[in-house]
């Protein structure tokens, strides 16, 4: 739900009204003193920053030497407000020359209550971008003297920019050498039991682009999910001979994606932003490859030794190779000398973390390196507890796998001056949570 605000108001320290706007006419004018009452002489502005008063919900929030607040009368989306006044603040400084604070609001009292105006609607939240807002309010802001940044030049065709509501992104790029970079980075959650079968597993995964185009460009990027592919094949009428397929959960895009788009084509179709951006999230349940195996052995011998064998298996190809890895295995805090055997790497025992520490810089794949460790314990008089075994975690980075299975098919990009682009692709996957009860 939006955010639907009755009022905003606009206080100083000393719950003076310096500026407000009402939206709509089911709260009454008033309500700020309600504020002030109840809220600012009670001194309890710092406890939380959403109160209720009289039927009425109160979002504040400070910035600087000013207190925003609005004003709802009816259930409303909070993180939704915060976000507006967030929004709204950073645009109030890019026409203020970067500061927003008491002085500032009174220096410019008609250009805020026209921005105002233009920024929410009947209580909606609309455009809060500053670069389209400037195109069509070119009235500048009255600067405070302490503020040394330059004002923001102009952005060239605005009625291009105004009538296709491309934020993100300003006319007039121009590169030299046109590139996409495009990177899907995964994040592989894993608890598995010390028998070896899965007791979670999950892979949350993102979408990095970096994009240096000229122009207004067009970009579709086609992926091998299975939703996508049945579209494609029926609206080819032919049979999709892409391979293995996936199941992509809980996606999420950036701003720049047509929406309308995906729901009829199911295709990724947007006008990218100018640089580094998300363009999307999304996860994987089902069908997940995990990049390695963890055998632990852990056995007690009476009170005063233990023997560790842990046996690491890669199962992504040969070709392949992880970087950093890390396995921390735990061990009693009573532990008194430790021996080590590593066929790969080099391990020690880090008492801050009670763990055996065993790092390899760069894993192979299909293989198994092991590690074989004596621990001798220190022996207490004390009734011995039992040793609740905390499970063995893992660091890694294996570049070009993704353990959800997902594959860029293609990436096309559409421009009318027709030039050529060059696009780079790369996947890496790297470890979340990952957990092995031993």
Not at 80 to 87: H, I, R
Not at 177 to 199: P, R
Not at 386 to 409: C, K
């Amino acid at each position: 739900m939006p955010v639907a605000a009755s009022a905003i108001y606009f206080l100083n320290l000393r719950g003076d009204v310096l500026i407000n706007r009402l939206y709509r006419d089911d709260v009454g004018g008033n309500m700020v003193d309600a504020f002030r009452m109840h809220i600012m002489q009670t001194k309890e502005l710092g406890t939380c920053p959403v109160r209720q008063i009289g039927g009425c919900s109160f979002f504040y929030m400070r910035i600087s030497n000013v207190y925003i607040v609005i004003v709802v009368s009816s259930n409303a989306n909070v993180a939704c407000a915060f976000k507006f006044v967030v929004e709204a603040v950073a645009l109030f400084k890019s026409y203020f020359g970067g500061a927003f604070d008491e002085d500032a609001i009174r220096n410019n009292f008609v250009l805020i209550y026209e921005l105002l105006d233009e920024i929410m609607d009947f209580g909606y939240p609309q455009n809060l971008s500053p670069e389209i807002l400037k195109l069509y309010i070119t009235q500048e802001g009255v600067r405070s003297p302490f503020s040394s940044k330059p004002s923001d030049k102009p952005v060239p065709n605005a009625t291009l920019q105004v009538t296709g509501a491309v934020g993100w992104r300003r006319e007039g790029l121009v590169y030299k050498k046109n590139e996409v970079f495009l990177d899907i980075v995964e994040s592989v959650n894993l608890l598995m039991s010390s028998k070896g079968s899965v007791l979670r597993c999950d892979v949350t995964g993102k979408i990095l682009m970096k994009c240096f185009l000229s122009g207004m460009p067009d970009l579709k990027l086609g992926l091998n999910d299975k939703i996508g592919l049945e579209k494609e094949s029926q609206l080819k009428s032919r049979p999709s001979k892409s391979g293995k397929t996936i199941e992509l959960d809980d996606v999420t895009f950036h701003q720049c994606v047509n929406l309308t788009r995906f729901n009829s084509e199911k295709t990724v179709s947007f006008v990218p932003p100018d640089g580094e951006f998300e363009l999307m999230k999304y996860r994987i349940t089902e069908g997940v490859n995990l990049p390695f195996r963890v055998l632990p052995t852990i056995k007690e011998l009476g009170r005063t030794r233990m023997e560790v064998n842990v046996k690491v298996k890669s199962v992504f190809g040969a070709k392949m190779f992880a970087l950093g890895v890390v396995i921390k295995i735990p061990v009693p805090k009573q532990t008194a000398k430790t021996s080590f055997q590593v066929t790969s790497g080099r391990a020690k025992y880090q008492a801050a973390i009670d763990c055996l520490v065993w790092k390899i810089r760069k894993f192979p794949g299909q293989t198994e390196p092991t590690l074989s460790a004596e621990v001798e314990l220190i022996s207490t008089m004390a009734e011995k507890k039992s040793w609740t075994r905390p499970p063995i975690q893992m660091e890694f980075q294996v570049p070009m796998f993704t353990a959800s299975g997902l594959r860029v098919r293609f990436l096309k990009v559409w421009e009318k001056s027709g030039y050529n682009t060059v696009e780079w692709v790369r996947y890496i996957t790297k470890a979340g949570s990952y957990e092995i009860r031993c």
